[in-house]
């Protein structure tokens, strides 16, 4: 049998004398939606950070299709097929909505000099198949029709498209989405839960991030529950929603708001 997509053994970080990520073992096969759920400040983003290589981890490991990548770069794991996004969003917002893509698409390209120094045939022919690419990640997350638009130009919603489309562009096996249906009303959030179903039918892993519950309940195959860093619980939606330590850490105060 092949090894899972990402493992983590005993996943610590701690921030001076706050543990902020305790002891987090967690499974992700090919093609499953894994969510990470949890109050404000329970340690979720700070876990993503130690997986997408911001953060080096104090305690554990990280194995990535069976390699240990414990406290490599972000760019090295991008090259290892991890991608993410941010809660914050991060895009250049003069630069058009297809340039953001075609500056991730930058990770995968090898460039030679010369060719680029004299925009030989060869290169423009690459260039305009980049193009066409970058072109097709947004059609993807249907912001086909904005390609030309400056990206600061975009609703919050499509921006959160926009952030996806540029992780797409890297070619992830593994998608890390940090909270991609913040802010959204109900009809943004189905259509992001929608978004997020077809990433999986491309073939790829999701982990995944929300407060919306509704969205963690429809498309998740396993749910990790954190609280003050620590795990608390892990499994099925069904299970996780009837837990009594989930509902008084957690869910109590999301039905309530
Ligand atoms: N760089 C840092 N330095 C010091 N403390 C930090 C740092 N990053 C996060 N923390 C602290 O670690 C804890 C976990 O924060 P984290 O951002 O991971 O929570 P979260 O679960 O993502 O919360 P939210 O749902 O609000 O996004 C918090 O107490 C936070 O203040
Ligand atoms: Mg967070």
């Known amino acids: 049998m092949s090894a899972p997509l990402l493992e983590t053994r005993g996943l610590t970080k701690t921030f001076g004398g706050l543990k902020a990520v ?5 499974t992700v096969g090919a093609n499953r939606i894994v969510s990470v759920i949890g109050p404000n400040g329970a340690g979720k983003t700070t876990f993503f950070n130690c997986l997408s290589g911001i953060y080096r981890p104090d305690g554990g490991t990280i ?38 893509v075609m500056v991730a698409q930058f990770q995968h390209r090898a460039l030679a000099p010369l060719p680029l120094l004299f925009r030989s045939a060869k290169y423009c022919a690459a260039e305009q198949a980049h193009r066409d690419e970058a072109r097709k990640f ?3 997350v249907e912001l086909g029709g904005r390609a030309n638009d400056p990206a600061g130009s975009l609703a919050y919603g499509l921006q959160r498209r926009l952030e996806i489309a540029r992780a797409l562009a890297t070619q992830p096996k593994l998608l890390l989405l940090d909270e991609p249906a913040a802010g959204m009303n109900p009809q943004e959030t189905a259509g992001m839960i929608g978004l997020i179903s077809r990433i999986r039918d491309r073939g790829l892993a999701v982990l995944l991030i929300e407060h919306h519950m509704k969205l963690v309940m429809s498309i998740s195959d396993e749910i990790l529950v954190l609280d003050h860093g620590v795990p ?7 299970a996780i929603r009837n837990d009594p330590q989930v509902i008084r850490a957690y869910l109590g105060e999301e039905i309530a708001a």
């Not at 608390?232 to 069904?238: L, N, Q, V």
């Open 22 to 26: 305790q002891q987090i073992d967690l």
């Open 63 to 100: 194995t990535l299709a069976g390699r240990d990548v414990t406290g490599r770069p972000p760019h090295q794991l991008c090259r290892l097929g991890l991608a993410r996004t941010f809660q914050n969003i991060r895009l250049f917002p003069e630069m058009s909505v297809l340039e953001n």
């Open 232 to 238: 608390i619980a892990h499994g099925k939606p069904e």
């Open 138 to 140: 947004l059609e993807f």
